[in-house]
Each structure stands twice: as C-alpha cells, then as structure tokens.
C-alpha cells in the first residue's frame, strides 16, 4: 500500500456541488498538506496542518476547506466546485524537521464542468 | 521576486548528452534543499536532497552555491526514461514550510 493514499483518483463534478478530496498516510507524520496544480503555474499551497489541532490557510484557500480528522487524516472540501477549481490536486506529508523533504500522494484530477 | 526561481525549459538533449539545470533562490537562512522529479500527470518524487558539500547519486549530481544562492543539477549520460520535470525546492525558514519552483523539462531524445 501506498505510504500516502488519495481518493478518489479522478472525479467530474458539477459547478455547485460540494465535493470532498481525502488523504490518509501510513507514514506517522505529524504534517500534512494540501496543493493544486495548474498547467506552468506549478504547486500551490492551499491549507496546510502541522498537527491535529493546527489547520493553516495557504496561499490560496478561498474556496476550500479542510478537516483534520485524525493525525493520519486531512480532507480537502471544495464547498460549492467552480471550472476554475479544475486541476491536479495532492496531499503530501512531512515530518516536523523538513529536512527529509514532502512524500506526495498520486494526486486527485479534479473536473468541474 | 520568487522565493525559487527555475528556467521552465523545455531542455531537448539527445540520449547519452550531459544536461545541468540550475536553480536560484531568495532567502539566504534557507537550510534544505531538493531536488524533485515530476513525470507527466503524476506526483513529484524526491530525486534527491543536496548538501552543502555536493553530492552524488549515481549519474546524477547536485551542487549548493550558498554565496550566489543557487543549486545545480547535473546529469550524466541522459537516459529516455530521464524525460520528465525537475523541480528545485528550498525550505522556507520562517515559515518552516517547503517552496517549490515550477520546474524545468526535459525531453531526451533518442
């Protein structure tokens, strides 16, 4: 099993719907993040926790929420999905010392039509 | 100014060439630095952390130039399964988070 796990791979939604991203990690970090990514603008921070208690806006959170559920938890809502939210969104992990770098998921393709 | 700044590329290099890519950054307390790779469509793996001795993986090298805030990258004999996107990415200090760069292609070409 993957060390960080994303569900679900690929989902097309409406423009309205509410839609939740989930991520769940095998790897006991206390950290987790939450980016998207759009063709040449590349990774973007959208809310990140550093541990259960912790939840922080990015750089680009309007839109989103987040819930913590558990240290080895952290899901991504889109409360109500625009076109403009399509893109490739990841989940990555961290220890508290960054210097053994992020572990990524394999990422959500998200499309709102 | 960006905090990691990469040239986006596209580096076209023939199999067996030795490509090097290079990285700037802005914060000078930055303490970690990486190097990613990014196939298509897929999520970034960690291709390497780079020290500030330099150092080797391989037919791979990166290299920390602390006084002109750069990192470099240095591949040897380009191999078709190299093509992908190299991501720089240096630790912010203050906000002891990791950034980014957009990346830099490469195609090798056989």
């Known amino acids: 099993d993957a060390d960080v796990t994303q569900t679900p791979r690929n989902r097309i939604t409406k423009t309205g719907k509410r839609i939740m991203l989930e991520c769940s990690q095998t790897?006991?970090?206390?950290?987790m993040y939450w980016y998207r990514q759009d063709p040449g603008l590349g990774l973007r921070l959208i809310y990140y926790s550093f541990d259960v208690k912790d939840i922080n806006k990015g750089e680009i959170s309007d839109g989103y929420s987040v819930s913590r559920q558990a240290q080895a938890k952290f899901s991504l809502s889109l409360e109500s999905a625009i076109p403009n939210q399509t893109a490739l969104y990841f989940c990555?992990?961290?220890?508290?010392?960054?210097?053994?770098?992020?572990?990524f998921g394999s990422g959500t393709r998200l499309t709102v039509v | 100014r960006k905090e990691v700044e990469q040239d986006p590329g596209p580096f076209n290099v023939p199999e067996g060439a030795t490509v090097a890519f290079n990285c700037t950054y802005s914060n000078s307390a930055s303490q970690s630095f990486f190097w990613y790779r990014q196939d298509c469509r897929k999520e970034p793996k960690l291709l390497m952390s780079v020290y500030s001795s330099g150092n080797e993986d391989g037919r791979f090298t990166a290299q920390l130039n602390r006084a002109s805030q750069y990192i470099s990258l240095l591949i040897r004999d380009s191999k078709l399964s190299d093509s992908a996107t190299y991501l720089c990415?240096?630790?912010?200090?203050?906000?002891?988070?990791?950034?980014f760069g957009t990346g830099t292609r490469l195609q090798v070409f056989p």
């Open positions: 990555a992990t961290s220890d508290s010392d960054t210097r053994y770098g992020y572990t």
């Open positions: 790897k006991g970090h206390d950290r």
């Open positions: 990415v240096v630790n912010n200090w203050s906000t002891d988070k990791l950034i």
